[in-house]
């Protein structure tokens, strides 16, 4: 069982930056992956990091302004959001995958899940 907690959340302008992190009870054997639902849309896939931090994909929605990090020494990820933009509004969740070998975009094939942390950009 895995415990995920973020935090980094609040209201800025758009053009701003945020930094959110997910602490997260054990780590270092999981893919871990963002995610984000805005209100009346389904929860969709944001960025993707693998076990030892050496691989990330992005959605091209965010591709060029947010990066993905870890440390595994400390249990925490990391989403640097930067250039933020109104449509960037939504909650961000953080999400552990413990299958092996798997590199997924996918919200339903991640086991464990944060309680959220709310972004809003405002134009």
């Known amino acids: 069982q895995v415990q995920l907690v973020e935090s980094g959340g609040g209201l800025v302008q758009a053009g701003d930056s945020l930094r959110l992190s997910c602490a997260a009870s054990?780590?270092?054997?999981?893919?871990m992956g963002w995610f984000r639902q805005a209100p009346g849309k389904e929860r969709e896939f944001v960025a993707i990091?693998?076990?030892?931090?050496?691989?990330?994909y992005y959605a091209d929605s965010v591709k060029g302004r947010f990066a993905i990090s870890r440390d595994n020494a400390k249990n925490t990820m990391y989403l640097q959001m930067n250039s933020l933009k109104p449509e960037d509004t939504a909650v961000y969740y953080c999400?552990?995958?413990?299958?092996?070998?798997?590199?997924?975009?996918?919200?339903?094939?991640?086991?464990?899940w944060g309680q959220g942390t709310q972004v809003t950009v405002s134009s």
């Open positions: 054990a780590f270092s054997t999981y893919v």
């Open positions: 990091i693998s076990r030892s931090g050496g691989w990330t």
């Open positions: 999400a552990a995958d413990r299958v092996l070998g798997r590199l997924s975009t996918v919200a339903h094939e991640y086991e464990y």
